[in-house]
């Protein structure tokens, strides 16, 4: 089955970049839709951006839109999300998610561990 694997967290100041990792083991992302979702403490998981693997087609949340950039390296099935001029709202776990032909559904299969990210002011 899909595994995910997540790297790349950490802490870092308002203003600041963070880049994202997230490899696949066990499958190609080829076919899937991969997703990146954010946690923070006593709130619910909400969606962040997504990548459609085939031709690379995307889609963010209104509130990262224009400073997180969802991309892909085919030759290293990974998914990346470069984060750039973060602010303190950043601050949570951030999951990679992949889901078979789920562009249009937004239903995700596989989820990975997490990696939490945090923004100081």
């Known amino acids: 089955q899909v595994q995910l694997v997540e790297s790349g967290g950490g802490l870092v100041q308002a203003g600041g970049s963070l880049r994202l990792s997230c490899a696949a083991s066990?499958?190609?992302?080829?076919?899937?839709?991969m997703g990146w979702f954010r946690q923070a403490p006593g709130e619910e998981r909400k969606f962040v951006a997504r990548l459609r693997w085939n031709d690379g087609a995307k889609s963010y949340a209104d509130s990262v839109k224009g400073r997180f950039t969802i991309s892909r390296d085919n030759a290293k099935n990974t998914v990346y999300l470069q984060m750039n001029s973060l602010k303190p709202e950043d601050t949570a776990v951030y999951y990679c998610?992949?889901?078979?032909?789920?562009?249009?559904?937004?239903?995700?299969?596989?989820w990975g561990q997490g990696t939490e990210v945090t923004v100081s002011s």
């Open positions: 066990g499958r190609t992302f080829s076919g899937y839709t």
């Open positions: 998610a992949a889901g078979l032909g789920s562009w249009w559904s937004n239903r995700y299969d596989y």
